[in-house]
Each structure stands twice: as C-alpha cells, then as structure tokens.
C-alpha cells in the first residue's frame, strides 16, 4: 500500500497538532513541512517524528510533485492565496479556519477550488467530538423533535494576548465563528437572521483594540427555530463548551468534559475537579478525528464532512453579527 | 399572642395554594375568603380549613374591621382597583403577579399604596426557591465576582387552554414575566435594554389568538452584564427552570429539581426520572416562604421581600419585549 | 367527621416532631401528650400546638378513653410495657425503633398486640423516603430483574454523645437498625446470614463503651442475593444515605439529597453544597408520611404498612451482627 | 537516539493492545513478537506496524540479543516460565497479571527476577487510569484524612464463554485481582483479613464448572481500614468500575466513564448514553501510560510503579479469598 504524503504549511501548535495525527496514520506519510521561521527546535520536532523534508519556502510544498494534499495551518491572511495556489497544483487542501476575514474571498477561492477539483476540508474540528457529535445524531435521528430553541455555551479559559486579539479579526470571527458553525451543525438548518449584543467586562485593553470580550448573539434559522450563542474570552474555571437543543419532543444537552469523574466530598463541600483547561485537552480526539476524515475521503475519493462552504456560512454569520453589533440592530443574511 | 387575621379574594388554585399555607401558619388565621363562584365544593373545603366567613362579595373582605391583611387572588384585570380599595382600608396587601397588564396603571396603584402606607407583596415566589436563592446569594457574596453574563430558561410543561391564552397578556406578561424578575433579582441591577424574538412553534392555535409559544429575549444590565431568557410552552419532559449566572470570578449554575435521584443502568441507557412537573410541585416549599415572609414583615413592621415596584419593573420589561417583538429592534427601557 | 384522638408518650427531639405531622393533619387531632419531664418550654409549646392535656404520667395517656391511638416515643426500655399496656387498653400504636434490643421481648410484645388486635406500626420512616421508595418499587416492578447485590451506605454526620452511645444498644441496635429493615425492603426477601466487622475509628471513647464506630456488615439473603452495609458514626460532610440494588437486567442507585441544585465553578475546582445534614432535614417528607400511613390504616382499617414483624426481623439481624463481630464469623439467622 | 528494542511474547487481544502502544512510541520499537499460532492476518498486522520479526518461538524473541525488554502476553500458566528465562538471558519484563495462579510460584520467579537484577512490571493498568489515580492522590494527599472505608464496585459486561472460564483461575484470581490490587493500591495499606461470599446467580454453567459469577469480598487492612469490593460478571448496562474511599476527612468517589455527557430529556425520562463498554474501551488511556511508565523505567533506570509483589500480594488475597469462600469463615492473610 502505498501511503499518502502530506504537506504542512505553517507548523505552529496547531500545525504540529496535526502533524502528529498525521504521523500516526497508517496510510498517511507526513512528508514536507515549511514555516516562515525554521529553528533549530523546529527541526528537531520534524526528525523526531521522522519528517525528510523541511523548508522555509511554501512553495516547496506546493510544487512537490509526491505531495497529494495540503494542511494550511499558516496565518488566516494566507489562507486565500494558498488554496488557489494548492488547487492550482492540484493538491487536496486541509485550511484552518476561518478561510478568510471576508467572506468574498473566501468564495472566490471556493470557486478555484471548484474548477481544479480537488477536496477541501475546513478545521472545525468540533462537529468530530464525541458530545457535540451526539447533539447532532440525536437531532438528526429525531429523538427530540423539531428544534425550537439552540444554545450554545462557549468561552475561553484567558483570552489572547494582545498582539494577538489586533490580528484575530475579532471575537466573531476568531472565536465564535466556530459557534456559528456548531449551530448549523446542531439546528441542521441555515441562520438567516443575527442580532449580537457584545461587552468589555474582561479586559479594558480588549475594548481599547476595538474588540469586545463578552456576547450574546441570538439567531434565526430557516427552520424556524430561535438560537443563542454567549461567549466570553474569560473562564476562570477553564473552558466552557456546551451545547443544548431543545425540540418538539424533548431536550438534549450536553455538559463539559472532565479530567476524571471524582467527587470528593469534605466538611466545606462537595467538589469536583475542573473541566479540561482549553482546546487542546479538550478536543484532542476531535483533531485526531478530522484528520482521519480528511484522509478517509482522499483515499475513497468520497465527500469531505466539512467543505469550504460551510467555512463561507461561518464566516457570513460572524460579518452579520459584527454589523449587527455595529449598528445595533438585527441583521438578515441576506444583507451580507 | 393574637393572630393576624387574613382575608383571601379569589380563591381559585392559587388563592386555595395560599389560604393552606396561612392556615398552617402558627400566627395567622384565615378570617374570610370570596369568590366570584361560591359552589359547593368551595364550603366543604373553607369548612375543611376552618375558615369562618365565605362571601361572593370582595367588599365583605375589605370592610371586615377585623381583616389586617388580603391576598388578591382574582382575575389580573381587577387587581388595580382592589389594591386601592384594600390600601384606603388600611389592609396590607399580597397581590398576585402581574398587578396589571399597563405598567402605568401599576404605577398609580402603587401610589395609593404608598399614601395610605400599607405593606404591598407582589407574588414573585420564586425569588424564595431554594435553588433560585443559592443564586442570588452567591452573587452578592461575591463568589463569582461581577456578573457578566445572566442566562435563565423557563418551559411550561404544557401551554394553558385558548380561553386562558386570550386574556393572558401573551407570554411576556403572564409567563416571562417571573423571568424578568428572576433576571433582575439575580443580575442585582436594572434591566437598560430588552431585545426579543418570538415564534409559533409548539401550537398554531397560539399564533392565531396573537400570542407566541417560544421566545429568546436578551437584555442588558445597568451593571453592563448582558443576560438572556429563554421561554417554551412546552417543555414535553416537564418544568424547566433553571439559571446560570457567570461572572469574573466564576459561574454558579442550577439545576431542576426531580422527584427522587435514583440512576436507573439498562442495558438501553441510563436514566432517571423526569423533573418535577409543574409549579405546584416545583414551587411548594417557595410558595409557602413567600407567605411566611409576608406575615413575618407584618408582624414586624418592617419591609416586605418583593414589593411593588419589582412588579412595576418586571412590566415594564415585559412591555418592552412585547414592542420589541413587534417592530423587530432592540427597545430601550428609557422609552417605556 | 370526627377526628381520630391521639396521644403521645414521650415528647422529646422525636416526639415533638410526630405531633407537628399527627396536629397537621386533617383527620387526627392531638389530645394528650406524657412526658417524665414537664417543663415550661414543654408546656408552650403544647399550648402552641393547642394539645389539651399535658401529663407527666404516661397513664393518662393510655387510659384516656377518647385517645384511640398512641405514639410510643419514650426510651427503648420502656416500649415493651407500654405496648403490651397500650394493647390492652385498645389503643392503635405507633411505636419508634427499635421495639426492644431483645427481640424475644419484642416477640412477646408482639403477642399481646395481636391478642388484643390493635395495629401497630413501627418507625422504620425511610420506607417513606421519595428515595428508597423509588427503589423498592423499582425492584418490585422488575426493572432491575432479579436482585443479585444489594448496597446500603449509611453514615451519620457525627456520634452521638457518651451518655447515649452507652445506652443506645450499639451501632447495630441504634443505627444499622435502619438499615437492616432498608435491606430486607429494597431486597424484597430475608436476611439469611449475616457478617459483621467493625472498627473505631472515629473515637477512642465509643471504644472504650464497648461500642463500634465503623462496620461492613454483609448479608446473604433468602432469594440468593447478597448484601453490604457500610456504616460510619461521623461523615464529616453530613449524612450519607445511598442505596444501590444491582440485578440481572440492570441497577438502580440513589444519591445523597441535597438543599439546592447549584453547582458553582471557580479558578480552584466546581462545587456543590453538602448533603442535607442529619434526618431531620433529610427525612422531613418521610416522617410526614409515616404518619399519613398510620392514620390512613386506622381510619380505613387497612394494615399498616410496617408492622410489628418488620421490628422483630430487623432486631434478629442486629443480634446476629453482633454475635458474628463478637465471634469473627458469619451467623446463620436461623441460630438467633 | 538509539530506540529499546521489544519483543511481545503472546499476540491475543491484549498483546496487539500493548503493541500498538509500543509502536506509537518515541523511544521505543517493536523488534519481534511471537505467539503459538502464526495466521496471515497475524502477519499481515505486524507488517502494518513495521514489525521486522514474526516467529513461532519464544525462544527466537528470549535469545535475541537486540531484543531489550519483552511483554509476556501468553497463556497465565506460561508466565512464571518465561519469566524465569527472560530474566535469566538479562531481558526487562512485561507481564500480564496473574503471573501464577499460585503465589508460591510468583515468588519464586520474584526471586529469580531479583537476582538477575532485571525490571519487572505487572500488568496491573487500572493504577494508570485518570480516576483511580485521583483516589490515590486524593488519599495521598490527605485530603480525606485517614481511610476508613474502601469500597469497590467491579462489575463486567457479560461473562467469558465458558472455555476460558474453565482454566481463568476463577473469579477471585482471573477478574477481582485487579480490584485487590486496588484494594491495596488507594487504601495504601497491606490486606490483613478476607472474607469471601460467593453465588452463581447470571448463569448457572458457571457454577458447574466450580466457579462463582457473582461475589462480596470484605476485606481488612493494616491500618485499620475496612474494605470491601462486589463483582458481577454480567451488568447489562456495562462495564462498572468504581471506587470510593471514606475517611475522617472525607470522601472520594468515582463515577463511570460514558462515551459522551450528553444527557436527553424526554416526555418519558431524562436519560445518558451506557458507559463504556468494557475494558478496551475503558482503560484505553490506561493501557497506553502503562507503556509509557514501563519504558521510562528502563531508560531512566528508575524503578517501576508496579512490581512484582503488587503481583505477589494480589494474588495472596485472590487464594485467601477462594480459602474463604471454601471454608465459610474470615481468613487471615497470615495464614496464606
């Protein structure tokens, strides 16, 4: 059998995270790596997990003829150009989200992809999860009816830092746009109306760089069913990743993991042990989970479960809600 | 020691639910009750209780010299003038909620009081739940620093009959009207700024006597926390009542009450019983701490817990929700 | 309707808290109470009940001819003589546990209650439990299949003090009596064998007195199962009381009650409020049914639903414990 | 980085287990393994995970001089052999528990073990799982003060067919002797006493092969502490592993693992998904650090976190607990 070789291009954490996923797979060969910045560390990571190849060029990954697909795990503001290029080459294309700041792009690139036809899976890893998963069978089963009622549960542990929160196109399109996702995925219905309410109760510096860290954003699905979504940049007692769908015919929630399941009862309380601290511990099977997707449709030539257009709806919601925070006032799709 | 001697005007359900709760009281005594319908069934049970005087006509409650206090248990529309009536006669008041559907009507009523310097409870008996109290506790201890964000679901168990529909106000005012008190009562600030969506999801029937049987209303604070409701008629599982309020320092969530903790293991799934069913259950024990609240400020001259102008502001919310609902915007409470 | 007339021998912490229910109750009024010790805090609080006749000698109360059913709540050494003398007086009798640390008196007793066919219901109340009821009728309706392990946890928050533990008959008589009876309810079938270890753990002094502080008592039971007590005179995060039947088509378990449902996140850990700390918050509801149950019995001349057997069972399984911890060996019933 | 060579002695289930553990690892390479019947698809899976050497023979992995460590994964009754040889041609040891089913012979391979001065770990996983490791800590810790309860609950899916009942050893030596080793493992104290009930209630083949499906062991330590553990070895609803320690502090508790927290609320109960299966799916997490604890002990020339005498005392109570159920009477670990 002769494997599938991989690309990365940009091997920061997230990078690196699928890297090893990758290394891991009996069909697939991690075969090229490029970052703007190469470091000694860099290339001791890459020997240690028996990588031949590591460049400072991206060009390399994409002209590499035994290459067959693509992670693009480089910055968002890259993401455009180097899809074109990949499809362009024809390369499969694994690309962080989101695709693009703006939408148009993002559907500009869509296009190229369409034309060379190659795969393109987006990193919403979430919809691999083993809870959000099961909100979604269970809705699609009809265990619980129609939805009528979505909610979704998301904040941070910190937020970024600063230098990060400039770049990061904002709470909507950074953070929650992983939410706007997970509601489709869970409603199984497309929004087509956002009213978002945003705050600075975390850090005034957030406010400062025009960002806000604290929202409501509630929605509209085509389905009829009504939405909310509540973020912060700031848990302090770690990540908070819940979702409930409520429905003609009952509820399904689903609660926060935990590192264990002990309960230690004292004199004061009775305690347990905070949820996972953040993304990393959190989705850990979800990122193994998308990469064994990604290859699974490579080799059986079949769909991707999460492709570019489900990166262009986020990315729709998140400009809806920045507007709708912007001009206080709900938003229909339709507008964007 | 003499007793206070209580009279009750409506005694339907909820009146009934109370006169049980005063007859147990060690300092109180149920002088008198009317209705409207003196059937019967309505003797034994007054007999059954030891309640001397059953009358068809309020006035013989109100001008009773020997009545210190009334509880107004009738039909919405008649709780103005009867408020007025009992304050000129010097009674001390416990009125259901809402006092009225016109928020400026409640205003002028809770001028009279105020004139003629009665005590006026208003029927927020939640706000003596076990759960809901823990909430509001922890928030003014402090244990979850400044509010951020107020979360609050609130699902009937099953929507009231059409003819109770047609007189109810609609869902703002007769249901999420304990929802905007909850809000306020454990943001511990003013609501500034309602914003809701409504729809006809759980029965037709609803939307065409004008009404909506689900709703998500979000709402912004003084203290710059947002908050959001979320409203069903229908909740298929039972009574849905729970709240989360999550702030800088931590998060205090609460549950609903179920009837038992037993854990059934099959070899289907695990599972446990359904939670209590509806308020009656749910409510027991608040319904008789709101009561017993009442006496106590009676007895002791000093405030009461829930007074009028928390009914007073809970209808201007929900007025706020019904015309934000209606012209599709944000409405701030300012222009109620 | 006349009420059915009752008196109470013995009016301490227990006694008191029988005649808040019997003076609630619609069809039961409280005629007379005896106590050794009358003091005035006794007889205000009587005058607050407005029970009639307070006596210091317990013979008023049994040969009051109006009092058709009595409440035994004096010490255990007096219940035999005031049963066997209640019995011939024709009074119903409601006597607490045990009914005697020597279960071939409580035979006896037993005898002379049947002779003169009154009822007599014993105080086992957790059978009135929501919790424990839930289990029983879990077990009852084959859910769970046929039992095959049956685990009762029951802890007390704290010993009681020296003077008591020395007259309490031991951890097996005094409190594991509880359980035994829970075993044999939730099991549906007899205790067979039993074997009992035990510890001090808790305090040194218990030792010294002879008693124990700490046991693992197994049992065997008639229909095959087996069973495990575990008991300990101080939780120090309050009264534990679970019970867990496993069977060949699933498990039933029951948690702790709690006052509140919240559960309260912080940067340290997510906590929870201790359980309900003793019995008189944690079986509230148990109690007020006990006695439900008694009067309903007389009024219906039906069986009470723990009757004089249950008592002599529960204490034939104390001895045996004992004699087993006393002997390192199990004890076949059939030897007691 | 020169890798530690390993060779696997036995490719069953749990030998392809710790393969694909090894095989995973940065350090370590899985050199040759070896087992009685070589199929194709046995090949064809060591050529999938680029095992270089497939053979027939132990001895081919025992005589290799590249081979560094070897996990004996065969037959029980072959461990204390190959232990011997192993040890014997310098190889660290991997084996799989029981090592013998008569603790005699444990010994004397202990002995063996020790004079070539080779490591020996045993396959006792469950002390790597996330929730049994919280109990030791939290015990270590003092968290709960000094144990005085400890309690266990170890139940299987569904019982083995009946040929490998035949030759298991029994329920003690082949199922509870993890939970002895738990035993000792979270009340970090020696077993001093036993006492073993025994019934055959999920299928009476079992029984007549002379064996027990269904088990009570109550157990006393050194420090005082009372224990006890139940088995089953058919709970419906699946694998149920968990443990709970009492002290003068406090308690602890673990709850099962669940494939997700999703819990569904319907119009007949709120129910969650079973928990996981059985012990492949369970201890997954477990499995996997048992490897990594083991190969760090040989790179770092540490020792191991389970030795040989965790083996040898697990096994102690396994034949104290069969001596009891035999002989219907507590017996002394002295006395083995």
Known sequence: MTKIKIGIIGVGRIGKLHAGHIARHPQAELHIVSDVMISDSLKEWAAELGIPHVSADYR?????????????????????????????????????????????????????VKEYGVLLQTGFNRRFDHNFKRVRDCVLEGKIGDPHLIKI??????????????????????????DFDMARFVANSEVVEVYAQGAVLVDPV??????????????KFANGAL???DNSRQAVYGYDQRVEVFGSKGCIQIANDHPNTAEISTKDAVYRDNPKYFFLERYEQAYAEETLAFLHAIVNGTKVPVDGNDAFQAERIAAAAKRSLLEGRPVKLEEI
């Open 153 to 178: 549960t998301s904040r941070d542990p910190a937020p970024p830092p600063a230098e990060y929160i400039k770049v990061s196109g904002g709470l909507f399109m950074d953070m929650a746009i992983h």
């Open 227 to 229: 939405g909310v979504i």
């Open 60 to 112: 390399d990954v994409l002209q590499d003829p035994e290459v067959q697909a693509v992670y693009i795990c480089s910055s968002t503001h890259t993401h455009v150009p180097l899809i074109e290029e990949a499809a362009k080459a024809g390369k499969h294309i694994f690309c962080e989200k989101p695709i693009s700041m703006d939408y148009l792009q993002t559907q500009q690139a869509l296009e190229t």
């Open 206 to 219: 957030i406010g400062e760089l025009g960002d806000i860290d604290t929202a409501i954003t509630t929605l």
